[in-house]
């Protein structure tokens, strides 16, 4: 067999491998591998440990909230005394519960529909004065959140809508509408002029083209939009302390706030860590169910062209 084989090499072919050389792909997958979760390593220990550094204080107040502690409704082994507290405070948890839910998605639909059809006509529509008016709205950034306060609630006693949460819901719009008018402009921006071209080839109407075809393209960045609206609307507490001065029509981080003194000055810190739970957990939830249209929609300026 040797001899036939050495017959049959042609001049100038080159030479099989000797059998020992075979393993050495395997070794050097495995250099690679390791090379590449040393060089990895480094970011997987810092962003870790970041992560840990945001967590360690919500996982401490979630544990705490159902801890025993002196002074509060849970004493004696762990349970949910400190709920109970917060359920029975006042008006109830659920009517300041429902006071921040209808101020949240009172805000996030006004913030939506006004920046939508703002973000649309800044990025499509050219008309005199167009970057000076975006820069005036970009503007209401650079302007103190608490100075706006005393002059809206002026503002608000004269038209009636004092001490009312839908007033609060404005006021809270008013701030979320510069971010989020710049933040659709440029996913409006994104989204390349031939489809509302081909649209209007089609038959479709400004408008039939804005709802049927826009819409979805800038899916991401109202989602976006409608996420930082909510979170600083429901998390608000400057505005409604300013504005509301009725027990009954508190939004949650107020009723919490008072809820730490409610006892001859004596901090109720059981019950304010399960109210710090209950505002945490609807944040939460919707940030991991919309995490990845959240990343898309700031995503989709930096990625036009």
Known sequence: MSVVSRSTATPGSAAPPPSDAAPSRPRR???????????RTPYWVLTGSVGLIFLAPLLWTAVASVSPQAGTNQVDGWGF???????????????????????????????????????????????????????????????????????????????????SLVGVALVLTMFQLPFA??????????????????????????????????????????????????????????????LINDTERMTLPLAVSNLRGQVQGVVDYGATEAGVVVLALPCIVLFLLLQRHYMRGFMSGALKG
């Open 181 to 242: 008018t710049f933040l659709m402009r440029i996913s409006f921006e994104a989204v390349p002029r031939e489809l509302d071209e081909a649209a209007m080839v089609d038959g479709c109407s400004s408008f039939t083209a804005l709802w049927r075809v826009l819409l979805p393209a800038v899916k991401p960045g109202l989602i976006t939009v409608g996420l930082f609206a909510f979170l600083a609307a429901w998390n608000d507490f400057m505005a409604p302390l300013i």
């Open 81 to 163: 005394g400190n709920y109970a507290t917060l359920a029975s405070y006042q008006a109830g948890v659920w009517r300041y519960l429902a006071n921040s839910a209808f101020v949240s998605l009172l805000t996030v639909t006004l913030t939506l529909l006004i920046s939508f059809l703002g973000g649309y006509a800044f990025a499509r529509f050219r008309f005199p004065g167009r970057n000076v008016l975006f820069m005036l709205t970009l503007a209401i950034l650079m302007v103190p959140y608490a100075t706006l306060l005393i002059p809206l609630y002026v503002l608000l006693t004269e038209v009636g809508l004092q001490n």
């Open 29 to 39: 997958s495995r250099g690679v591998t390791v090379a590449g979760i040393a060089l």
